[in-house]
Structure formats: structure tokens, C-alpha cells
């Protein structure tokens, strides 16, 4: 169990992190890092309300103009726009909730650990690693630093239905 400098490029972490990871710590810099991270997350979540608050009344007065000003149109153009506007409503919402909970998670900064084979299966435009209970979304480059088939050790967040990866070595005897 050394530091590999392969593993190391392909996600972004060093020597010092890996040694504080292991012992069950975080470096200064990755409590910055989340830090930062959480803090990102919460000023999107309140980017998020203030288009719920400001562009969705602006968008309900425009339609109620243009519905009023076509004749004949009926109620069927009122309830579409209602609609529509009650599902970005739901949509901006349920992203702003999402996006909280992980920026509390980041912000919790709760450092775990597995280690297992290393399984790798296919997603949509990259692939998904799992390492005992851990599962993380891997890029073309991170793919060809693993060796699918081998013990690892990961050194994660648990931050939504995929970890965040700090560190990751394989393990001994591995």
C-alpha cells in the first residue's frame, strides 16, 4: 500500500491526502475544498428560488396577456400555462432540495471508507465504479487507472446515490 502517482493524477489527491484519508482525516485543503463545494451548492440553491420568485410571476403575467388578448381562447390556454408553470415550479424546487442536501453533506464532510473488488459497469456517457459499498461515477481517465478485477481501498463522501472520491490506493496484497 504505497501511494500510486497514476491513481493519484486520475483523482486528484497526493501523498498527504492519502495518509490523512487512511488515519480517517481530512487535509486543510480538502476541508477547503468542501467547504467551498457546500457553499457553491447553498448560493445555487438560493439562484434557484430567486428564479422561482422572479421569473415565474413574470412569465404567469406575460401568459395571462397574451391569453387575454386572444379571443375566444377559452380556459383551455389558462390551465396549460398554469400547468406548466406548477411543473418548473416542482422542477426548480425539487433541484434547489437536492442540491441543499448535498452541499450539507459536503459541508458535514463525513470521510468513509471500503474496500472491496473493484466492479465496473457502463452508465450513459461513462461508467459506474463500485469498491464494496461505495459507487462512483468514473471518467475515460480515471477508467484507465483502475484495474477492474482488484482489491482497492476508497477514501469517499457519501454525498448523493454516488460518492465523492478523496483518495483511493489498492489495497494490501492486492
Known amino acids: 500500500m504505497s501511494y500510486d502517482p497514476k491513481l493519484g493524477l486520475a483523482f486528484s489527491f497526493d501523498e498527504q491526502e492519502l495518509e490523512a484519508n487512511r488515519a ?13 463545494a457546500a457553499r457553491v451548492g447553498r448560493r445555487q440553491g438560493r439562484r434557484n428560488l430567486v428564479m422561482l420568485a422572479v421569473i415565474l410571476p413574470v412569465v404567469a403575467v406575460l ?9 375566444g381562447s377559452g380556459n383551455a390556454p389558462v390551465v396549460i400555462v398554469v400547468v406548466a408553470l406548477t411543473l418548473f415550479a416542482a422542477v426548480i424546487l425539487l433541484a434547489t432540495r437536492a442540491g441543499r442536501r448535498r452541499a450539507d453533506r459536503y459541508a458535514a464532510a463525513e ?25 462512483f461515477r468514473i471518467d475515460a481517465e480515471r477508467l484507465t487507472a483502475l484495474d477492474e478485477g482488484s482489491t482497492y481501498r476508497v477514501n469517499y463522501l457519501a454525498t448523493g446515490k454516488l460518492a465523492s472520491v478523496l483518495s483511493i490506493e489498492r489495497a ?3
Open 63 to 71: 401568459a395571462g396577456v397574451v391569453i387575454g388578448r386572444t379571443p
Open 111 to 135: 470521510l468513509r471508507q471500503a474496500q472491496g473488488t473493484l466492479r465496473i459497469r457502463t452508465a450513459s456517457t461513462d461508467w459506474i465504479a463500485e469498491v464494496g459499498p461505495a459507487r
Open 24 to 36: 480517517g482525516r481530512l487535509t486543510d485543503d480538502q476541508m477547503i475544498l468542501l467547504r467551498n
Open 172 to 174: 494490501a496484497g492486492a
